[in-house]
Nanobody
Framework: QVQLLESGGGLSQPGGSLRLFCDAS????????MGWFRQAPGKEREAVAN???????TYASSVKGRFTVSRDNTLNILYLQMNSLKSEDTAMYYCAADLDGSGRCEEFSYWGQGMQVTVSS
């Protein structure tokens, strides 16, 4: 029953902002580590940000200071606020969940379908 559904992606000008959403269902959201990943054409998958069950957050150096990950454990939604967007942020973005029960971010075994983010003038 685990389901992760992304929304909020699309096209932005450089310097613009987008807010991504991941609507989660089928598991105890508050006990899970949640993360955002991205993959650009010709590049390896990159961990963008994650937030564990306690609220500890890790960011990729490439997005630190520009992106903010957060979660609403009442609504079962994971967010990624993306500001000061650059062309290098263009990628397919994925929501992922680690459901091993530890609450820590160790292995992401469930993934959303992916959502395109394009930053271009």
């Amino acid at each position: 029953q685990v389901q992760l559904l992304e929304s909020g992606g699309g096209l932005s000008q450089p310097g613009g902002s987008l807010r991504l959403f991941c609507d989660a269902s089928g598991f105890t959201f508050s006990n899970a580590c949640m993360g955002w990943f991205r993959q650009a054409p010709g590049k390896e998958r990159e961990a963008v940000a994650n937030i564990d069950s306690i609220g500890r957050i890790t960011y990729a150096s490439s997005v630190k200071g520009r992106f903010t990950v957060s979660r609403d454990n009442t609504l079962n939604i994971l967010y990624l606020q993306m500001n000061s967007l650059k062309s290098e942020d263009t990628a397919m973005y994925y929501c992922a969940a680690d459901l091993d029960g530890s609450g820590r971010c160790e292995e992401f075994s469930y993934w959303g379908q992916g959502m395109q983010v394009t930053v271009s003038s």
